[in-house]
């Protein structure tokens, strides 16, 4: 007989990881199902990855109170997460005398000590690369950022490593009532829930309305950028913001965790799932980041990417239980800060669910541990890993300088890696200046014998995507002339 889950989880971005954390700690049968592969596959492996500071949430709008809570979760979290957002802080360039209103605003919105407006020759002191010609900065020392696969990951491991039930590579297709239970249809198998959480992303509002339940459709606005390489990294230190538009935060250059410089993103309508990176979406983008930065080294992008928001006209999260279906939350319009809010909607969906009737008791939880990273680690202490185990003092990527070690562990972790992709957001493979020149050569070999599959089934990022063709004295066979 088929195991009925009290809560089942539909999406594996950070959102959905987020309320299985959340879940995760109280006595429930939890199951998450994700379409892809791996989990922090949508709109979560693509942004800036900026924790926004309280001197920008919205007020009056369900993703201001939730911006704000998550703030006070996310120390407490870090600690069982065993994680790190470094605190960089932020500058908000105004240019022209008129935008000095909005840093106002942000300082009053804010009330953050040590947070202050600055003049052009005090913001060039702590930020020598700026544009010397703006008018003033909004200096917020509280502004931090993180890697989004790490936060969606440790999230993911978090939950795994405390119950809960994962099912990848499964599409959810609509919702059935059973009585009191909800069936679950997906394209491989059906599944129970007493509750079931929609965290589709991009996709949320398309389950909603499979539900018959009255909601917008997402629009979907693409944001590009450019990744700079490590070399840069001394080229700013602080997150850099210009005075927002109407639409968005507008062009940002932004550190991140790991050294490289963030530029974008431009704010686009685009009609389908299209995250294309476009030679005008990126022209818009460099003008954009030359106002903030005018030397900037462009010639250093190692790549780029783009990411798409899923909005609704009233430009705010909804949170709201089905008509059709009791049980059935659907979590609608999750753009930014989605990421900073995503503790904060993990709890108010928990809030949600308590009014709605389930239980929640507390459990023992295991905190996650995570796995040293080489390439920050101190001379005395590689020596210590290399003498426990050889397969550290084998350098797999030389750009990233990740070992072999840390490539079988991400092949074999709580939620392990099945795809190249999978280990380049877990271990950083394929992500430093050579985008996999190197590495991308050792990489099929070592997971063909770590996770015993053929060539064929060495797959860049979803199922299907091959990297490989096979071995060429085969591959030659197979398309030999037949004449
Ligand atoms: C350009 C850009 C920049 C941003 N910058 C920031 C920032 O700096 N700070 C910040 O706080 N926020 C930022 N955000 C917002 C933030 O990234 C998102 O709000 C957040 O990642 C949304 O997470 P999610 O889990 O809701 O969605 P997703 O990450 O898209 O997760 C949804 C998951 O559901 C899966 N799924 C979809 N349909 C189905 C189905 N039918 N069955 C099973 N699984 C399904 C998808 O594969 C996906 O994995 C930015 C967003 C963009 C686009």
């Not at 000590?113 to 600055?118: H, L, Q, V």
């Not at 550190?255 to 818009?284: H, M, Q, R, S, Y």
Request: glycine share 8%; proline share 6%.
């Amino acid at each position: 007989m088929k195991k009925v889950f009290d809560v089942v989880i539909v999406g594996g971005g950070i959102v959905g990881c987020a309320v299985a954390w959340y879940f995760s700690h109280f006595d429930l049968e939890i199951l998450l199902l994700e379409k892809e592969s791996d989990v922090c596959c949508g709109v979560s492996k693509a942004n800036t990855g900026i924790i926004h500071s309280r001197s920008y949430w919205t007020p009056s709008t369900l993703k201001g109170e939730l911006h704000l809570r998550s703030l006070v979760l996310f120390p407490q979290a870090e600690k069982e997460l065993n994680l790190h957002s470094p605190q960089t802080g932020a500058l908000t360039v105004a240019l022209i005398r008129e935008e000095m209103t909005f840093l106002k605003v942000l300082k009053e919105r804010g009330n953050i000590s040590g947070a202050e407006i600055i003049g052009p020759k005090e913001s060039i002191e702590i930020e020598p690369s700026l544009n010397p010609r703006i008018f003033a900065c909004y200096y917020d020392p509280e502004t931090r950022i993180i890697s989004p696969f790490a936060l969606n990951l440790a999230l993911a491991e978090f939950a795994a490593l405390n119950g809960v039930h994962f099912i990848l590579d499964e599409e959810v297709t609509g919702f059935e009532s059973m009585g009191n239970r909800i069936r679950i249809l997906g394209r491989n198998d059906w599944y129970l829930g007493k509750r079931v959480i929609n965290c589709a992303g991009l996709y949320a509002t398309k389950l909603a309305r499979l539900s018959n339940d009255a909601v917008s459709a997402h629009r979907f606005f693409r944001g590009q950028y450019f990744v700079l390489d490590r070399e840069c990294a001394p080229l700013i230190r602080h997150v850099l913001y210009p005075v927002p538009t109407e639409e968005s935060k507008g062009i940002l250059v932004s550190p991140t965790p790991e050294g490289n410089i963030l530029v974008g993103p431009n704010f686009e309508p685009v009609d389908e799932e299209d995250t294309a990176t476009t030679f005008w979406g990126l022209k818009e983008v460099e003008e954009g980041a030359r106002k903030l930065i005018p030397f900037l080294p462009l010639e250093q992008t190692i790549t780029t990417f783009s990411g798409l928001r899923p909005t609704l006209p009233e430009r705010d999260f909804r949170i709201f239980f089905s008509s059709s279906l009791p049980g059935l939350l659907h979590l609608c319009g999750i753009e930014s800060p989605g990421l900073t809010a995503s503790l904060g909607i993990a709890e108010y969906v928990g809030e949600k669910l308590k009014d709605s009737g389930i239980t929640l008791r507390e459990k023992r939880i295991s905190p996650r541990t995570a796995f040293p990273v080489f390439r920050n680690c101190g001379f005395e202490e590689r020596e210590r890993l290399i003498a426990e185990n050889p397969d550290w003092g084998k350098i797999i990527c030389r750009c990233e300088e990740v070992t072999l070690a840390e490539v079988k562990h991400a092949l074999s972790s709580p939620i392990p890696a099945s795809t190249l992709d999978g280990l380049k957001r877990r271990v950083r493979v394929m992500a430093g200046r050579c985008q996999g020149g190197f590495c991308g050569m050792y990489l099929p070999t070592i997971m063909m014998q770590e996770l015993d599959c053929d060539v064929k089934e060495v797959f860049k990022s979803t199922r299907g995507s091959f990297y490989l063709l096979g071995k060429i004295e085969d591959v030659v066979k197979e398309n030999a002339p037949t004449c």
